[in-house]
């Protein structure tokens, strides 16, 4: 069965700081893999999406930058973090050219920049 | 512009009762409509996709209509149970959009 794992859970970061954030799915070969961000009380708004390795789609111009060195790992980063960076980042995955399918998504990563 | 908007922020009901949840949207021409729950502190978990041709899909003790003429969607949770308390999450899934498109959600309470 397919998995997604997505960690840390918490993590508290100060402004300036870097962040990196990493996801990895199991069970599954070439999926989608995509990142998102949760405000408090909002929407779940898409931040980057990849459907090969290397490959990269921005929806949203930020502090943030995402990459895939392998198959099943989607990595998302920030050189410096900023005060709106605060938020519920998801990562999940779906199978390629699966309109007919959910999204899987990990358990989330809070992060609090301060 | 394109929005996506759940009736209500948050929906108070008796055990037993039937929920009804609703996603309306404008300027969006979905193939797909999905519903997800979200649990406090949680990533949203998949429960229904409807397509575009279909006007009703169940799935045990939920259930969900599709109307692309009204742009609505309605998500039923029949004999509701505490367990069943939640955030639910209507999307948007357009043909050729690698991208989901989230509604704010409707947090559910099932009082005892």
């Known amino acids: 069965s397919q998995t997604i794992h997505q960690w840390p859970a918490t993590l508290v970061q100060p402004v300036g700081s870097p962040l990196s954030l990493e996801c990895t799915v199991e069970?599954?070969?070439?999926?989608?893999l995509y990142w998102y961000r949760q405000a408090a009380g909002r929407g779940l708004q898409l931040l980057f999406y990849?459907?090969?390795?290397?490959?990269i789609s921005s929806e949203v111009p930020q502090n943030l930058s995402a990459s895939r060195p392998q198959d099943r790992q989607f990595i998302l980063s920030s050189k410096k973090l900023l005060l709106s960076d605060s938020g519920f980042y998801l990562c999940?995955?779906?199978?390629?050219?699966?309109?007919?399918?959910?999204?899987?998504f990990g358990s989330g990563t809070r992060l609090t920049v301060v | 512009s394109q929005k996506i908007e759940q009736n209500s922020e948050a929906l108070n009901i008796q055990e037993g009762k039937t929920a009804t949840l609703t996603c309306n949207y404008t300027?969006?021409?979905?193939?797909?409509l999905q519903w997800y729950r979200q649990d406090p502190g949680r990533g949203p978990v998949f429960l229904l996709l409807?397509?575009?041709?279909?006007k009703e899909k169940r799935k045990e003790r939920l259930k969900v209509t599709f109307d692309t003429t009204l742009k609505q969607s309605l998500f039923h949770i029949t004999a509701s149970q505490p367990a069943d308390s939640a955030t639910y999450l209507c999307?948007?899934?357009?043909?050729?959009?690698?991208?989901?498109?989230f509604g704010t959600g409707t947090r559910l309470t099932v009082i005892p």
């Open positions: 300027n969006y021409s979905p193939a797909y």
């Open positions: 990849s459907v090969g390795i290397g490959q």
């Open positions: 069970g599954t070969s070439n999926p989608n």
């Open positions: 409807i397509r575009e041709n279909e």
């Open positions: 999940a995955w779906r199978k390629k050219d699966s309109g007919g399918y959910g999204y899987t």
């Open positions: 999307a948007l899934d357009q043909t050729g959009a690698n991208n989901l498109f």
